[in-house]
């Protein structure tokens, strides 16, 4: 069955950095693009980054555009979110998304601080 797995998530201080990845199994993942959500304390979950199936297509939420970037690694079947300049406000939980075959597909979310 489909999994994702999300880690690199942590406590880190304003204008810190962070490395999240996502282990994706179960689909061919070659051929799906991917996302980051993240919801934070009190907020809707919103989508932070999309990469396309091959990589070279990527979009990002205003919030954070010039400040993350998305990547994957096709052969490891891995996608990541490197996050620069961290804010407090980026402090959330934050989620890998697929969706296979119509049907969505979430990891267990990794949360990240950032400390003022």
């Known amino acids: 069955q489909v999994q994702l797995v999300e880690v690199g998530g942590g406590l880190v201080q304003s204008g810190g950095s962070l490395t999240l990845s996502c282990a994706a199994a179960?689909?061919?993942?070659?051929?799906?693009?991917m996302r980051w959500y993240r919801q934070g304390p009190g907020k809707e979950r919103e989508l932070v980054a999309t990469i396309s199936p091959a990589g070279g297509l990527t979009n990002y939420a205003d919030s954070v555009k010039g400040r993350f970037t998305i990547s994957r690694d096709n052969a490891k079947n891995t996608v990541y979110l490197q996050m620069n300049s961290l804010k407090p406000e980026d402090t959330a939980v934050y989620y890998c998304y697929a969706k296979v075959d119509q049907t969505d597909y979430w990891g267990q979310g990794t949360q990240v601080t950032v400390s003022s």
């Open positions: 179960g689909f061919t993942f070659r051929n799906y693009a």
